[in-house]
């Protein structure tokens, strides 16, 4: 069954360093998506991304924040500057879209634990 | 605003029933329903759609009331493997696969022996 995958599983980095985050969509589906969650939190949205493009973003997403699709299969999460808050565990997933179906389920790639020191 | 998840934590037994609920203070167009075991990724479970009728997996049901904008997630004769924590992802208009989802806080399930 196709999945979503992320790497690295585990990323530890210093404040201030940045860090990319890496995610491979299944194959054929067209919306990707970042959340975040904070241990012991809520799943958070951060941005959503269709067609090379940033389709919505939260107030979470700063200007700290970017995502890139740098080839046909990844897509990527940058953050400029890693601040302490920023260690979380990040979610790729990513659904399809057909003409005429209001609404998709998304599927959820393991995710990446990101602490920052 | 984020829907708010009632109770937050039930532990039962192997066989009982749970309701899980999803109420929002604004209107709602879809609720997705995931699943979360510790240090894993959410696994999606269902979508009910505004207008939509009441939607059932094996033991799983669940149910969305547009004019209360709540939706209620049945789980019956538990099983161990239901263990987790549920979220409940909602949306506020048919966005055709663009779903900006506001999960709620979770309700915690342990299934017990």
């Known amino acids: 069954e196709p999945e979503v995958t992320q790497t690295p599983s585990h990323q530890v980095t210093q404040m201030g360093q940045e860090v990319i985050l890496r995610c491979v969509p299944i194959?054929?589906?067209?919306?990707f998506y970042w959340y975040r969650q904070i241990l012991g939190q809520k799943v958070e949205f951060l941005v959503s991304f269709y067609n090379n493009e940033i389709s919505e973003k939260s107030e979470i997403f700063d200007d700290q924040f970017s995502v890139e699709r740098p080839d046909g299969s990844n897509f990527t999460l940058k953050i400029r500057s890693t601040k302490l808050e920023d260690s979380a565990m990040y979610f790729c997933a990513s659904s399809e879209a057909l003409p005429g179906i209001p609404a998709y389920e998304q599927y959820f790639g393991p995710g990446t634990r990101l602490t920052v020191t | 605003q984020q829907p708010v998840q009632s109770p937050q934590a039930v532990i039962l037994r192997e066989g009982e029933d749970a309701v899980i609920n999803c109420s929002s203070s604004?209107?709602?167009?879809?609720v997705h329903w995931y699943r979360q075991k510790h240090g894993e990724a959410p696994v999606f479970l269902m979508i009910l759609l505004k207008g939509g009728e009441q939607k059932g997996h094996e033991k799983i049901s669940a149910s969305f009331n547009e004019k209360k904008q709540q939706s209620s997630l049945y789980l019956t004769a538990s099983q161990l493997s239901y263990s987790g924590t549920y979220f409940c992802g909602t949306a506020q208009e048919a966005n055709f696969g663009n779903e900006k989802l506001t999960f709620g806080t979770g309700t915690r399930l342990t299934i017990i022996p």
């Open positions: 194959s054929n589906h067209l919306y």
């Open positions: 604004k209107a709602l167009y879809s």
